[in-house]
């Protein structure tokens, strides 16, 4: 493998950004370089990321990087464009591509009338394995490199999503969906078959390359006590493989959880009963919890994807990020596409601060780029690989073009901070915004007539526009 390097603005993150945002910031200026060992925030006005094959060498002020480049490093400059960690999507939905943007209903009526046909559709390989190389690119094209993904309950579309994955390079958790109860016959398995499946998967799929798996109970209504026990000995058996499902979206849902198990505290007690709440297990939504749930999940350890767009479009309700903060419970961010109603991680953090603003809260700029990276790294026991562009780690990123619409780049030239031009990016961007995606240090995604200039030189050059090739 050799060397490559990629030039241009660059920000990730160490920690979570104090909150509320540190006054420096709000003063800063592109003249102005930070990268100070200790700081939760690294930001380079010109920066140097270099990376060998798929790991992450050096990063750090192009000044000081470039005179220490041999003559033959080529260097990939983005002017005008924000390098940031790819993505990471805590919650999304492989075969819910085809329903996205269905009208008029909330989730148990939802997943009734639009979810469980387009899964069902799942049973035809050739449509799983197609759905998945598209639901990837899109991913790809919204600058996310690493998702918690649930597919179905067919074996063969959880292959097809792996296989997918691998040939693109991807870091990927994806789960078989279980379900035994309350379910159209064609998507309903057995305790047993379901956790035989799960099995085999794990042992074809955890750790393969970038590949990892997470045990997909849908929900406490659709899976029996006897199929949520045999998830928790999967948990038991391998170490290390997730858990994934949905816990306290809708009223009525939970409504229904309490008559159908009615020997639980509440609605995390019914996985907590089978050992499903732990380190490594994130569970989507949590919008109604009591505040025992939030100190049952905070002393596991387990997680809570945010996904705004989704609780908003199917009339959820509003997660209070701030009693997840006072009690510990980690959270991270999600789309949840198709109740969630895009693939960017831009949209879905525009719409986590208008749901705190309903709530006289605030989301800061600097915040929200961490849940949509580290933070959800962080969650998922990955801060290791991916979610930041710390040495060592896996080069996957994507490049953000400040000039990707005309208003945009009109806003953009009148920020005066970094925060500044965040906030226009999470608020007005979208997948236009997105100019490249980097996966595994090669570029998988280069938008056409994306405004940004990819200039490319070779090393010990101080200036970026020569040598154009
Ligand atoms: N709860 C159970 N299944 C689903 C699903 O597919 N989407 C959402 N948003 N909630 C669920
Ligand atoms: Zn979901």
Redesign the pocket.
């Known amino acids: 493998m050799s060397v490559q390097a990629v030039r241009g603005e660059i920000l990730y993150f160490r920690d979570q950004p104090a909150d509320p945002v540190d006054p420096a910031y709000a003063v800063q200026t592109d003249t102005i370089e930070r990268g100070a060992e200790d700081a939760a925030v690294v930001h380079l006005a010109d920066g140097l990321l270099l990376f060998d094959g798929g790991q992450i060498v050096d990063v750090g002020p192009a000044s000081t990087l470039l005179s220490q480049l041999g003559p033959d490093i080529p260097i990939q400059s983005y002017t005008h464009g924000l390098i940031l960690p790819g993505f990471i999507d805590s919650h999304v ?1 492989l075969p ?1 591509v085809d329903v996205i943007a269905s009208h008029g209903t909330q ?1 148990l009526d939802w ?1 009734e009338r639009y ?1 469980f046909p387009a899964e069902q559709r799942f049973a035809d390989p050739a449509h799983a394995a197609e759905t998945a190389d598209f639901f990837l690119r899109q991913l790809i094209q919204a600058g996310t490199t690493t998702a918690m993904v ?1 597919a179905t309950i067919h074996a063969d579309a959880v292959h097809a999503f792996f296989e997918a994955s691998e040939a693109l390079g991807t870091r990927m958790i994806c789960g078989r969906v279980m379900m035994d109860a309350h379910a159209p016959d064609a998507l309903r398995d057995t305790a047993e078959s379901s956790y035989k499946e799960s099995r085999d998967l794990i042992e074809r799929w955890h750790g393969c390359g970038r590949q990892l798996y997470a045990v997909t109970p ?2 406490a209504i659709t899976s029996t006590p006897q199929q949520l026990e045999r998830a928790g000995d999967l948990l038991d058996e391998f170490p290390g493989v997730y858990l994934q499902t ?1 816990l306290s ?1 809708n009223l009525s849902e939970v409504e229904a959880v309490q008559q159908l198990h009615p020997h639980s505290r509440d609605y995390l007690d019914v996985y907590d009963q089978h050992r499903l709440v732990r380190r490594h297990s994130v569970f ?1 939504h949590g919008l109604h919890l009591s505040s025992r749930e939030h100190a049952c999940l905070h002393s596991a350890g387990a997680g809570i994807a945010f996904c705004p767009t ?1 609780n908003l479009f ?1 009339g959820s309700g509003l997660l209070n990020l701030g009693k997840l903060d006072e009690a510990g419970v980690a959270y991270g961010m999600g789309t ?1 596409v198709g ?1 969630g109603t895009s693939f960017s991680m831009l949209q879905t953090l525009n719409e986590a601060y208008k749901v705190a603003q309903l709530q006289g809260q605030t989301l800061s700029p600097l915040k929200a780029f961490y849940l949509a990276t580290l933070g959800n790294a962080r969650m998922l026991g990955l801060d290791n690989a991916v979610g930041t562009l710390e040495p060592g780690t896996e080069a996957d990123f994507v490049v953000l073009d400040y000039h990707c619409t005309d208003l945009i780049r009109r806003r953009i030239g009148a920020c005066r901070s970094l925060e500044a031009r965040l906030f226009v990016l999470m608020m007005l961007g979208d997948e236009r915004a997105v100019a490249a995606t980097w996966v595994n240090g090669e570029c998988v995604f280069d938008r056409p007539n994306a405004s940004i200039r990819r200039t490319s030189t070779n090393g010990t050059l101080d200036n970026p526009t020569r040598n154009k090739s």
Request: charged letters at 20%; aromatic letters at 14%; hydrophobic letters at 45%.
């Open positions: 939905h819910q989730l997943l979810t649930f849908r929900f949905h979206e989507a989704s199917l949840d109740a």
